[in-house]
């Protein structure tokens, strides 16, 4: 279960980084980003290509191994936690009305509480039989 959930997340990131990278003008529209100035271009280019690049270069690195997962799965929570939480208050607060809005939401809580059964799932002492 952890390994899915980690390439899961790999998987996820990797196609984003390409899909913001190729096509960051849409990308940044579709998200709610109207227009950009250049340091504007930079910085979504920064955020939403590189560093979902790297996140997915991590999560893949920690589903090599089963010693790794715990600290991939723990990565996941303490990344995903304060998204959900930053997501619905500004959903509260904006009440926004695009689709990629919620469609985006759904997903970071769908892994949010997929992180969390798996984070148990490791945790859980082993029972002899």
Not at 49 to 62: D, E, S, V, W
Not at 70 to 84: M, N, R, S, T, W
Request: aromatic residues 14%.
């Amino acid at each position: 279960m952890a390994r899915a959930y980690l390439l899961t997340n790999a998987v996820l990131y990797l196609v984003l980084a390409i899909l913001c990278t190729a096509k960051h003008l849409e990308t940044s529209k579709g998200t709610g980003y109207l227009s950009l100035s250049a340091g504007g271009h930079s910085e979504y280019l920064v955020i939403y290509g590189g560093l979902q690049l790297g996140l997915a270069a991590f999560f893949a690195y920690t589903a090599k191994a089963p010693d790794t997962y715990q600290v991939g799965v723990l990565f996941a929570l303490l990344l995903y936690a304060p998204i959900v939480a930053f997501r619905g208050i500004t959903v509260l607060i904006y009440r926004p009305d695009s689709a990629v809005t919620w469609g985006t939401a759904a997903l970071e809580l769908g892994l949010l509480i997929w992180g969390f059964i798996t984070w148990r799932n490791l945790s859980a002492p082993v029972q002899a039989s």
